[in-house]
């Protein structure tokens, strides 16, 4: 019995046994998360988000001053020690609000997410797995839904429970959930007459455990970069809804509540608005710019060179010598 032999390596005209041959290594399930790192804008992505969210935590047990002390004495107080971003009308350390109002934005971002990725997994699994009537009934129902901006929702939901950061929450969940059903069906529904999939309800699976087991991480993907978009505009809405006053209540801080409250004070201490602002601009960049790191690094279509990329998003196909 002759051992099969490989056809030769074009680079070095060698023949090569099967045996001795390399083995191709299976990809690791956290391959994508290198080469998120290796987009600089799924670095700055990653990096932005890690610093909001470790300042949350930080918040949560230390912050250099009371957010809510006021101290007269202390008013308009300029960048230096130990007010390092200086003082507000009130003599309230800017820092401190500002760490404090990164856990609403946490909170907020966070809650959002869970909401929308409720709503978003159930409307895509109505609208991909039911009967036909349903899942046109669902289609026509996210649609409608899809008409109303997500401030809109906010400021009909404030109408009957008053303004909450709660009232954020649902809004932006339910404004996105039904974006990312959206995204999502059409998705479900190419997997779902995959021939893995077939196999499994040929081995029993029930349609729950189907979707478990095979549809959701295969969709995975499309899903995460919704969802981090979704925690953008969750961010987003939070400040502006809190600027408005349908966000965080008064005694909560707020990135867009100090906002609105220093901007009256931007001729005279223009300072003051733009670390609230930049705080705000940053992170809903971070989380937009780890959105298209993460379409960029999970999806196996796009390369790592800007034109196959270009070319990859144009639908353009490769002529291949």
């Keep these: 019995m002759t051992t099969p032999r490989l056809p030769p390596d074009p680079g070095h005209g060698e023949v090569l046994d099967a045996a001795t041959a390399p083995q191709r290594r299976r990809p690791s399930r956290w391959a994508w998360l290198g080469r998120l790192w290796g987009l600089s804008t799924g670095r700055f992505g990653l990096i932005v988000v890690a610093v909001v969210g470790l300042t949350a935590l930080v918040a949560r047990f230390w912050t250099p001053f009371d957010p809510q002390k006021v101290e007269i004495s202390q008013r308009w107080a300029?960048?230096?020690?130990p007010h390092l971003?200086?003082?507000?009308?009130?003599?309230?350390?800017?820092?401190?609000l500002l760490m404090a109002g990164a856990r609403t934005t946490v909170f907020v971002a966070v809650g959002a997410g869970i909401v929308a990725t409720v709503i978003g997994v159930a409307l895509a699994a109505l609208?991909?797995?039911?009967a036909r009537w349903v899942r046109e009934s669902v289609a026509v129902f996210v649609d409608i839904l899809i008409a109303f901006p997500v401030l809109i929702i906010a400021m009909m939901i404030s109408a009957v429970w008053g303004g909450s950061l709660w009232v954020v929450i649902w809004a932006v969940g339910i404004g996105f959930g039904v974006n990312i059903a959206r995204?999502?069906?059409?998705?479900?529904r190419r997997?779902?007459?995959?021939?893995?999939?077939?196999?499994?309800r040929a081995a029993g699976l029930t349609p729950a455990q189907n979707l478990w087991r095979h549809l959701l991480p295969n969709v995975a993907p499309v899903f995460i970069v919704q969802l981090s978009w979704g925690m953008a505009v969750a961010v987003l809405a939070e400040a502006g809804l809190s600027y408005l006053g349908f966000g965080a209540p008064v005694t909560e801080p707020s990135w867009g509540l100090l906002l609105a409250q220093l901007q009256q004070f931007i001729a005279v201490h223009p300072l003051s608005v733009v670390?609230?602002?930049?705080a705000i601009t940053l992170t809903v960049l971070g989380?937009?710019?780890?959105?298209?790191?993460?379409?960029?690094?999970?999806?196996?279509?796009?390369?790592?060179?800007?034109?196959?990329?270009?070319?990859?998003?144009?639908?353009?196909?490769?002529?291949?010598?």
């Design 127 to 130: 609208g991909a797995l039911t």
């Design 191 to 200: 997997v779902l007459h995959s021939d893995f999939v077939l196999a499994g």
């Design 287 to 321: 989380l937009n710019l780890l959105g298209d790191g993460l379409r960029e690094a999970t999806d196996p279509t796009l390369s790592r060179s800007p034109f196959a990329t270009r070319r990859a998003r144009l639908h353009i196909p490769e002529v291949v010598s």
């Design 183 to 188: 995204v999502t069906r059409p998705e479900l």
């Design 85 to 96: 971003l200086g003082t507000d009308g009130s003599g309230r350390d800017i820092l401190s």
């Design 78 to 81: 300029p960048p230096g020690w």
């Design 275 to 278: 670390w609230p602002g930049l």
